[in-house]
């Protein structure tokens, strides 16, 4: 970060601020530290988006690297701070740290335990920053999440900074030895999209820069300096080098870039990102993509006291389907996993990793927004990427027993509500389903004080709500949204305030039909128990579909035309459904294989594929 200190770990004294708010002024001093150090930043400043870099950090106690947001409005006031930061430090070999700080220099900080070391090799991360929250992205995977009243704060607009520098702080960063200089760290690329909401996954990329040069319409060199940095920032420790910016720490007499050539290497091993199950199913998601040999090795995975019957590299590589025995939806598991290798040329294998089983809702659902569990109702929560279901911003109001009336036996769940939501999500198989959302308005008197739409995956379906003028003052009001089509696994509500606030007591949901293609957008399928092969011929890899009319133990096999066995495409217990896997010709000549569908150990049917290089 450009202006944060460690002392947001200890306790913060007047004659402190007032000297980091003289020192702030660039170039006031000069050049008087004792190492070089360097800050890229933006020239533009931005209000909410989600900024990503791929990098690789310096490692040595007495440092950091880091990646951030940070509004330097002119005059500074402690009372404008908005800032959200990555920052590496140096003296951790699996930690990155997270923080957001706002008005009043109040820090939000967050340790954060990585499954590999940062300076080692290049990684992604990254941040979300809208109205509603501020998140954080390892990897492109949502690890951490911050909501409540400070993030309303968080609104002034922003300038994007990367830089290395050491604060004289020890207790935060540890020494730094002289011996351990130069440091660098390497910066591959930037990534800006702005916020969009109901568009898409609310994000639309804006622009990429591959760091290949300087491009000064849009970054800046800084020449500052302020205390606690124990360094002054000097363009000439902003380096362009093998497609890559690095920024270099440095004594004054050996500035600038003395490494090597730039190596870029995947030298980490996978890790599990997340597990989640649903009915005898559970869905393991890798960090990277996974050698399938070892992912389908069902003995990787252990469910203490469930069997894990088989394992199934889903399309994408990153995820694995293992069919289990019948879990209990009461009780809890962990899920052990090893021996997963990756898809680098020297397939690495990640160490033993435990964690506990998100547990998929169970249809039909129904939840009480803003409230406890009452009845049939499940309890909300606050949405991030370890929930099932939740809500994204707004606040919970309290309307006290009895405030709403309803004709139904639910009215309880009435006493609640999240106003000035905007979104609400739950996880759900893909599918058809059909919601029932749960209205009142217990704050308003008038028709038109408060109207708002209802957008269900990219779609308006309520157009223009005014609870008064539909159901009256402190009436329930109930709309149902028929045959919503879910595709990507998330079931997602935008909620879109024209007058007034939005709002919402409860929310049901009822299963309608689980596919793997949506009914709606379906593309060619083949019949039940039948194989279907597009494109054909094909190069560079093509898509195997086929449809079971029942629950089977299936196999999916390639043959070359001599009828040699080449590899097992997919395997395992498959419900009656509809899927698709891609064959990766890796590997593989130009000429005619054969594609062959099992089940329950018989031959079904087989289908003839041409590759050609």
Request: hydrophobic share 40%; net charge negative.
């Amino acid at each position: 970060m450009a202006f944060d200190t460690p002392s947001k770990y200890v306790p913060r004294t007047f004659v402190f601020l007032v000297l980091m708010l003289v020192t702030l002024l660039p170039g006031l001093f000069g050049q008087t530290k004792k190492y070089r150090g360097a800050e890229y930043r933006s020239n533009e400043s931005f209000q909410y988006g989600r900024f990503e870099v791929r990098m690789k950090s310096a490692g040595a106690s007495g440092m950091l690297c880091s990646f951030f947001t940070y509004n330097d409005e002119q005059p500074f006031s402690v009372d404008k701070w908005n800032e959200i930061d990555i920052e590496i430090l140096g003296r951790y070999q699996n930690e990155v740290q997270f923080n957001t700080i706002t008005p009043g220099q109040v820090n939000h900080e967050h340790r954060h335990v990585l499954h590999y070391n940062p300076h080692l090799s290049f990684h992604v991360y990254g941040f979300e920053w809208t109205p509603d929250y501020v998140s954080w992205l390892v990897d492109g995977f949502e690890v951490y999440r911050q909501t409540g009243d400070h993030i309303a704060t968080m609104y002034r607009t922003q300038k994007l900074m990367m830089n290395i520098w050491p604060p004289n702080y020890v207790d935060w960063t540890g020494p730094l030895s002289d011996g351990s200089l130069p440091l660098f760290g390497y910066y591959d690329w930037i990534r800006y999209s702005a916020y969009t909401p109901g568009v898409g996954d609310n994000f639309t990329l804006q622009w990429t820069d591959d760091l290949d040069s300087w491009d000064q319409s849009r970054w800046s060199k800084a020449t500052h300096t302020w205390n606690g940095n124990n360094s002054d920032f000097i363009p000439e420790n902003i380096v362009f080098k093998d497609g890559y910016m690095v920024l270099c720490l440095t004594k004054p007499e050996n500035i600038g870039y003395s490494g090597a050539y730039i190596v870029d290497l995947d030298i980490s091993p996978p890790y599990v990102v997340n597990a989640r199950s649903t009915g005898n199913q559970v869905m393991v998601t890798f960090s990277e993509e996974v050698e399938q040999v070892s992912a389908e090795t069902a003995t990787n995975y252990i469910i203490a006291g469930v069997t894990v019957q088989s394992a199934s590299l889903q399309a994408n590589n990153k995820d694995v389907l293992l069919s289990v025995e019948s879990l209990n939806p009461e009780q809890s598991y962990v899920l052990v996993v090893t021996n997963i290798r990756d898809r680098s040329p020297s397939a690495y294998k990640m160490a033993l990793q435990q964690l506990t089983l998100s547990k998929g809702l169970i249809f039909p659902t129904q939840i009480n927004v803003g409230g406890d569990a009452s009845d049939a109702f499940l309890a909300d929560s606050i949405w991030d990427a370890f929930q099932e279901y939740g809500v994204v911003g707004g606040a919970v109001l309290a309307r006290g027993t009895g405030v709403v009336t309803s004709e139904n036996n639910d009215a309880a769940i009435y006493e609640t509500a999240v106003n000035g939501l905007t979104f609400y999500q739950a996880r759900v198989p893909n599918g058809r389903y059909d919601a029932t959302l749960m209205f009142a308005d217990a704050e308003n008197t008038n028709a038109g004080e408060r109207v708002f739409d209802v957008i269900v995956e990219e779609e308006t379906a309520i157009d223009d709500l005014d609870i008064i003028a539909e159901a009256g003052i402190n009436k329930a009001l109930e709309k149902t949204i028929a045959n919503i089509v879910v595709e990507d696994g998330m079931l997602d509500f935008y909620f879109k305030a024209e007058t007034g606030t939005t709002t919402l007591s409860g929310l049901k949901i009822i299963q309608l039909e689980v596919s793997g293609v949506a009914e709606e957008k379906r593309a060619i399928l083949p019949e039940e128990n039948e194989l279907y092969i597009y494109p054909n011929p094909f190069n560079p890899d093509t898509k195997i579909a086929f449809a079971l009319d029942a629950a089977h133990t299936m196999e999916l096999n390639l043959f070359d035309i001599s009828g040699r066995f080449i590899k097992r495409l997919d395997h395992g217990f498959r419900n009656a459904g509809e899927y698709s896997v891609y064959l990766n010709t890796s590997g593989l000549s130009t000429g005619v294989y054969f594609i062959c569908l099992y089940l329950d150990g018989k031959f079904v049917n087989s289908q003839k594929a041409l590759y050609m290089k």
